[in-house]
Structure formats: structure tokens, C-alpha cells
């Protein structure tokens, strides 16, 4: 199931802030999204989820766009925000019924599912908790749980790692080879580029809008003309003097 952001124009006006935006991302590899802020990140990621209509280009998962098959489409990708997004009045294992429901899922194999991601994420005994009893840590990972019960074969992944322990995020990043080994593709934005050298496979490098160099470590060394330089090597030379933020 093949992620396709082709020539995207888009934003919040009429004065687009992505500038003729292509990228894919294949089943079973992980690619970083890489840039400052304001460079439009989180402006791409809304665009593929829906949030935003293109002004010009088109995203599709394998050839089919939000706009072609909107169910179709949705059914195939999970997302999970940088800020978590619950309901106040939802317990926790209210919110993943409701995630089973949303996405159809057969209900005696997405409770295995959950259980197994529950104990991983130490919030087994909380099902009757409510979001005001959570952390900022937790409800990330209630919103990782929801996301990786699905049957997803697409993964959006916003700054995943702020508010996560050492161990959450090892579990995490385990979590994304798994659904890679099964085919997944995941595409994740991360300012943290020293855990995304680790775990990516390929790299997006957006600046002021627009795709600056994209590859594998050792294409954005060629492209940047700086060999043996580390992914924060090359970001810091890619964005040096710019002073962008949303």
C-alpha cells in the first residue's frame, strides 16, 4: 500500500505554503519528515489526512484519493497527533471501542490486540481511567494504542516521542517494525534526528515549503555534498540561516 503526495500545492490561504510537494512512502519502509518549524510539516501531514483540501496535485493511497473513495481511503490510515486528541468524557477503554467500531474491526481480535499494547504501555489496570487522570505520556500512548489496533496499512506519525520515556519510545519504534514487517508504510515527522537516523529508512527534508533533498543517509549526503555528515549534519546545513517558525 503505496503513500503518493504528487506535486501538492496547498495551506491554510491562498498563499500556499507547500510548493509542489512529491513524496512516497512504500510498504515497509519508514520515512522521517524532516524541517524546521514552519516549514510545513504538520501542513503536509493535515493535507494527507483530510484537515486540508490541495490547491493543486493530488494524494493517494495506492491511486485512490480521499476525494475518489473517502472510506476507502480513511479505512487504510491511522494517525496519531503530536498533541493527543480525547474525549473527556470517554473512558479509556471507551476510546478504544470506539476506535474498534470507527475502523470496523472484528472485536474479539482487536481486543487482543489492545490487551497485548496495554500491558506494553503499563496501562492495563486504567480502562476505567478518564483523560483528566492521564499524563501528557499517557495519553500519547492511548492514542498509539488506538492507532496500532487498527488494521491500518498506512501511518501518519507526528512528533511521536515528545512526552514518551526511554522505554514508551523503544516500544514504539518496535511497534513501527512490526507493521513494517507486515507491509505497513509509516511516515513520520520527528525533530529528533538522532532516534530517526536509527529507525528511517528514508528521508524527506522540507524547507520553506518545499521538498530541499530526500533519500537515504547516504543520498543526502551526495545531494548536500557532505560525506560522512550525520542526518543532523545535514539539517543544520540545510537550514542554516533560516529563522522560519510557525
Given amino acids: 500500500m503505496t503513500l503518493k503526495v504528487s506535486h501538492l500545492v496547498g495551506g491554510y490561504s491562498q498563499i500556499p505554503v507547500l510548493k509542489d510537494?512529491?513524496?512516497?512512502?512504500?510498504?515497509?519502509?519508514?520515512?522521517?519528515?524532516?524541517?524546521?518549524?514552519?516549514a510545513g510539516k504538520s501542513t503536509t501531514i493535515k493535507h494527507i489526512i483530510g484537515l486540508l483540501e490541495p490547491q493543486k496535485g493530488e494524494i493517494t493511497i495506492d491511486g485512490v484519493t480521499?476525494?475518489?473513495?473517502?472510506?476507502?481511503?480513511?479505512?487504510?490510515?491511522?494517525?496519531?497527533?503530536?498533541?493527543?486528541?480525547?474525549?473527556d468524557e470517554l473512558t479509556l477503554k471507551e476510546h478504544l471501542e470506539l476506535t474498534m467500531m470507527a475502523y470496523n474491526l472484528d472485536h474479539d481480535e482487536a481486543w487482543k490486540k489492545a490487551n497485548r499494547l496495554l500491558k506494553m504501555f503499563r496501562l492495563d489496570k486504567k480502562l476505567d481511567w478518564f483523560p483528566a487522570n492521564f499524563?501528557?505520556?499517557?495519553?500519547?500512548?492511548?492514542?498509539?494504542?488506538?492507532?496500532f489496533i487498527t488494521n491500518a496499512e498506512i501511518f501518519i506519525i507526528d512528533?511521536?516521542?515528545?512526552?514518551?520515556?526511554?522505554?514508551?519510545?523503544?516500544?514504539?519504534?518496535?511497534?513501527?517494525?512490526?507493521?513494517?514487517?507486515?507491509?505497513?508504510?509509516?511516515?513520520?515527522?520527528?525533530?529528533?534526528?538522532?532516534?530517526?537516523?536509527?529507525i528511517c529508512d528514508r528521508f524527506v527534508m522540507l524547507n520553506h515549503g518545499q521538498v530541499e533533498a530526500q533519500?537515504?543517509?547516504?543520498?543526502?549526503?551526495?545531494?548536500?555534498?557532505?560525506?560522512?555528515?550525520d542526518l543532523s549534519d545535514i539539517y543544520l546545513e540545510m537550514t542554516q540561516g533560516d529563522s522560519a517558525h510557525e
Fill in 21 to 38: 510537494v512529491s513524496f512516497e512512502v512504500q510498504p515497509g519502509e519508514l520515512v522521517g519528515l524532516i524541517g524546521l518549524n514552519g
Fill in 66 to 87: 480521499l476525494f475518489d473513495d473517502p472510506k476507502k481511503y480513511k479505512t487504510k490510515l491511522a494517525y496519531i497527533p503530536e498533541t493527543p486528541v480525547l474525549y
Fill in 135 to 147: 499524563s501528557k505520556g499517557m495519553r500519547q500512548k492511548v492514542m498509539i494504542t488506538c492507532a
Fill in 159 to 198: 512528533e511521536p516521542f515528545y512526552g514518551l520515556d526511554p522505554l514508551a519510545i523503544r516500544d514504539l519504534t518496535g511497534l513501527i517494525d512490526e507493521v513494517k514487517v507486515q507491509g505497513a508504510a509509516v511516515l513520520m515527522s520527528t525533530h529528533v534526528l538522532e532516534t530517526a537516523q536509527k
Fill in 215 to 229: 533519500g537515504d543517509l547516504s543520498d543526502l549526503q551526495d545531494q548536500m555534498n557532505k560525506q560522512d555528515a
